[in-house]
């Protein structure tokens, strides 16, 4: 069946650009003619298409081949051994189990050969070092409980700063509260205050009493 298309048509027909077109014509894979109809003084161009009426028949199941799928290959015990340790139902030659296995109390445990453990290692079980009964001490308190026998009294009854903190040798409370409270005074008062005592400190310490008038 031969078809006389325009070139527009020719290439939605193909599926391909003007250029691929003009390129098959070159090559005489496409014939043309000259149209009739003068455009603009020329004579257009007439794609002939040869195409075949009879559709081509459509695959059936009788043209296919079946291949049976290939058998599964056997689980590995490496394969099997991992399969079931991450669905937590064996543990590993250390006794650890992936998710941890619960006691009958409900707590949860990493090793039920080892419940006051966590996961058992190459080392072997690790136990976190007992909390000593007495703690440890510094040389600073060793020296305040030394300074609180002298004085006669227990180390809680020392004399201690707003920190809870035993106050150094030598200063009663009272000296250490006043201190504190003249502290508080002067970061209280305004910055022309300050400045104001701070230069009568000064002159003070640079003429003595007897040189002032």
Known sequence: MLLELSV???CELLGICRATL???IALGEIKTRKSEVLRAGKHGVVVLLEIDPKPQPKPTT???TLRPLPEPTPETPEEEFARRYLANEVPDSFGN???GVRDEEGDLHANP???EFGKVTWLGPYRKPPIPAEPVHDAAWAADNARA???GISYEELPRDNHGNPLPRGMTQEAYNAGVAA???YHSRSEQQKRAAHDRTVIAASFPK???T
């Open 8 to 10: 527009k048509q020719a």
């Open 62 to 64: 009788a043209n296919v």
């Open 149 to 151: 026998r002298e004085l």
């Open 97 to 99: 189990f992936h998710n």
């Open 210 to 212: 007897a040189q002032r």
């Open 22 to 24: 003009d390129k098959r």
């Open 113 to 115: 050969q080892f419940p």
């Open 183 to 185: 502290d508080r005074k």
